[in-house]
């Protein structure tokens, strides 16, 4: 049995990737014609390979997701391209379009932000052509979030609306729920408290009431992301006493290989921290999160920390030991 399902790997492998059969021990023909004319075996192989490029962005940082990502989407263009007028195609653009997504998500991880939208306009078009709805309310929604980077909340809001407008009434609570976080965080950027207490609590509601199962859209949604949102939001609200507590009590249960949001999450308690006047702790605290941050190559949670320091030696506190060595840490 296990002989089998090696020799299938290998074929799978000649049928792919066109290594030769000699050199995989598969010297018949008919093996060759199988594994070529597997166009299933072929669809799924680039479904787990691009879900994993997916788990690498999300645990591994943007510097490694990065790396072979543009000739990872012209393979996929071009397979999916050899698909075409076969019943596999419409899976082939799914990969397509989170790829991407992906794609985009890189970008703007990176402050690339033209060729985040651009990333993001092409996988929307992708899925209005697939008519997936749930693959154009992700699309909008990750645009959305790139404009909370850009500090465009207002214009956030739009893309974000919309997305949750477009999966209205399907059973999406995974994706619907990072919808909400993310408008929670406009409208606190915006300052209109009030909505963006209900966009949370409407979060909330979900993970009451539905099992959260991870679609294909590859959005991160759970009790622990609602709570450090909500520690998100009050950085922005200025209840900075609320956030560090909120933030604490995230950080507890927040998944550890999630480095990229750990370090955003800390470096929004080192803003907090400032906002109280606890410049010690603040310096300190954003020296994690810097160091987080740089090992996997966040340069939006660099720069919030290179911008948390320009704001502390324009101060009184300018001076201060833990500041000092903040500064060094930075310039190295």
């Given at each position: 049995m296990v002989k089998n399902i090696d020799i299938n790997?290998?074929?799978?492998?000649?049928g792919i990737l066109g290594i030769p059969a000699a050199l995989l021990g598969l010297n018949s023909e008919p093996y060759i014609q199988q594994a070529n004319l597997s166009q299933t075996d072929r669809v799924t192989f680039f479904e787990h390979q691009m879900a994993t490029r997916w788990d690498v962005y999300h645990t591994g940082g943007t510097i490694r997701a990065?790396?072979?990502?543009?000739?990872w989407m012209k393979e996929i263009n071009g397979f999916a391209n050899s698909l075409q007028g076969t019943n596999q195609h419409d899976r082939a653009l799914v990969i397509v379009a989170m790829s991407r997504q992906l794609e985009g998500s890189v970008a703007r991880d990176m402050m690339r932000y033209k060729q985040a939208h651009v990333a993001y306009q092409q996988a929307f078009r992708i899925a209005r052509e697939l008519n997936s709805p749930e693959l154009m309310a992700s699309a909008l929604a990750r645009?959305?979030?790139t404009l909370i980077q850009q500090d465009k909340p207002l214009e956030a809001i739009t893309f974000?609306?919309?997305?949750?407008?477009?999966?209205?009434?399907?059973?999406?609570?995974?994706?619907k729920g990072y919808i909400l976080q993310g408008l929670s965080e406009?409208?606190?950027k915006a300052q209109l408290k009030q909505e963006c207490f209900q966009s949370i609590g409407r979060a909330e509601h979900i993970i009451e009431l539905h099992p959260l199962i991870q679609g294909r859209t590859q959005n991160l949604f759970s009790t622990a992301s609602v709570a450090a949102q909500k520690g998100v939001d009050a950085v922005l609200l200025l209840d900075y006493k609320g956030a560090i507590s909120q933030i604490d009590n995230s950080l507890i249960t927040y998944d550890p290989t999630l480095i990229r949001g750990r370090s955003r999450l800390i470096a929004q308690k080192a803003e907090a921290y400032y906002g109280l006047g606890m410049i010690e702790e603040s310096a300190k605290t954003a020296e994690e999160a810097f160091r987080l941050a740089?090992?996997?190559?966040s340069s939006k949670t660099i720069s919030r920390v290179s911008k948390l320091y320009m704001a502390?030696?324009?101060?009184?506190?300018?001076n201060e030991r833990s500041v000092l060595e903040l500064g060094t840490l930075l310039s190295i």
């Open positions: 790997r290998r074929k799978l492998l000649v990065s790396r072979g990502l543009d000739t645009r959305g979030v974000l609306e919309g997305a949750l407008t477009t999966i209205d009434g399907l059973n999406l609570p995974t994706l406009a409208y606190a740089d090992s996997v190559g502390m030696t324009q101060s009184s506190w300018s």
